[in-house]
């Protein structure tokens, strides 16, 4: 059977065949623990650091500055929980009402046990107000927590706007960059961040591995209590082959970034006019221009989203997050820009990736069009 034309690749992406071959050995002849002192553990380890090397690398960052992590949301939760904890003398968090759970969630927990949390909302276009990012700040803020780029509509934010304020009023910049890394360019001294998230299952490496940068300096107290590993902040023996894979995967970005980033622009940029050709009175959620090249929110007049997708078998994308809970409700960051609960439930994120052609955008176009002219 044909398989479907895979247009969500914000919810994930296939492990590149060059990651899995960077990974085997570590899975066969490398199979060694990397704090053991023998040869087997001196090979982990030295893939282990490459890696290092490598995902410092891609965002600008020294290797001694990656600590490595389960992903995206153990890294999220160390940088919250971890600042906090490690700040006793100020309780107060900014964040924004367009977050991915694994940092509204912490956030909410903070909340509960007695932190001062404010929740900064946004724009029609889903970009926090540089302004309100201003004016929140207080002598107790001890962390500002801002998405990079948000995972539904794209729309990426004002992080180095803000950054010189966070910096004047002596907090913390944390910034979840898992959509953002991979696919533009995201360096952490031009951002001015001192912590940063990485997701590897979003940037063509294996599920279940990322990684926080932790600006030199600024400290962080472990989530999870156990050995040493990872300079004390997280415990737990290293997963070496994954590690090598995401090595491996932010290798392949830095040197394809600009011209894969200009293909796949070029490809969505297409997708859009085709459907806005086609389908009187479609549109676009989130910013226009100021939003990652793969990414395409699309509002469909007068349906549900879920049954564009469901007229469309030969596609498989989405109506929003994969990591948001079940059911059909209109998505929370949609609601936000301030869209009504049928025209949230009438849109789709289509989000491309590297081996996606202009072949599939033609004929997801087509695929679309026909679905939503069955239902109109």
């Given at each position: 059977?044909?398989?479907?034309?895979?247009?969500?690749?914000?919810?994930?992406?296939?492990?590149?065949?060059?990651?899995?071959?960077?990974m085997l050995p570590y899975l066969r002849e490398h199979f060694g623990n990397p704090s053991s002192g023998h040869v087997y553990g001196r090979r982990a380890h030295e893939g282990m650091e490459a890696a290092r090397a490598q995902v410092?690398?891609?965002?600008?960052?020294?290797?001694?500055?990656?600590v490595f992590t389960s992903g995206g949301t153990e890294a999220n939760n160390l940088a919250i929980r971890g600042t906090v904890a490690a700040r006793s003398n100020r309780n107060h968090l900014i964040t924004s009402v367009i977050e991915h759970p694994a940092t509204a969630k912490p956030c909410r927990l903070l909340e509960q046990r007695g932190?001062?949390?404010?929740?900064?909302?946004?724009?029609?276009?889903c970009r926090v107000r540089e302004d309100d990012v201003r004016e929140a700040l207080t002598d107790r803020t001890a962390l500002v927590t801002l998405m990079h780029s948000n995972n539904e509509t794209g729309t990426i934010q004002p992080i180095t706007e803000v950054a010189p304020v966070v910096r004047e009023a002596g907090a913390l910049l944390h910034t979840d960059a898992a959509q953002s890394v991979?696919?533009?360019?995201?360096?952490?001294?031009?951002?001015?961040?001192?912590?940063?998230?990485?997701?590897?299952?979003?940037l063509y490496a294996p599920k279940g591995v990322g990684a926080l940068y932790v600006r030199s300096g600024v400290a962080l107290e472990p989530v999870l209590r156990g050995a040493g590993h990872e300079r004390g902040?997280?415990?737990?023996?290293?997963?070496?082959?994954?590690?090598?894979?995401?090595?491996?995967?932010?290798?392949?970005?830095?040197?394809?970034l600009a011209k894969e980033s200009a293909r796949v622009r070029a490809l969505r940029d297409e997708l859009w006019s085709l459907l806005q050709s086609q389908i009187?009175?479609?549109?676009?959620?989130?910013?226009?221009?100021?939003?990652?090249?793969?990414?395409?929110?699309?509002r469909f007049p007068r349906v549900r989203g879920s049954a564009v997708l469901a007229g469309a078998p030969g596609i498989a994308a989405s109506t929003g997050s994969a990591c948001h809970e079940g059911g059909e409700s209109a998505s929370a960051v949609l609601l936000a820009v301030g869209l009504a609960a049928d025209d949230a439930l009438g849109s789709v994120r289509l989000s491309l990736g590297r081996a996606t052609t202009e072949e599939d955008v033609r004929r997801a176009a087509d695929l679309l069009v026909g679905a939503w002219n069955s239902l109109c």
């Open positions: 059977m044909n398989q479907p034309i895979y247009l969500d690749h914000n919810a994930t992406t296939p492990v590149l065949p060059e990651v899995v071959d960077t410092a690398s891609l965002i600008g960052a020294a290797p001694t500055e990656i932190y001062e949390v404010t929740w900064l909302g946004v724009d029609e276009t991979g696919k533009i360019a995201v360096k952490v001294d031009e951002l001015g961040v001192d912590l940063l998230s990485i997701a590897g299952h979003k902040l997280r415990p737990g023996t290293e997963n070496v082959a994954s590690i090598v894979g995401l090595g491996a995967a932010c290798e392949i970005a830095d040197v394809s009187p009175g479609v549109a676009i959620n989130g910013h226009e221009t100021c939003r990652l090249p793969n990414t395409l929110n699309v």
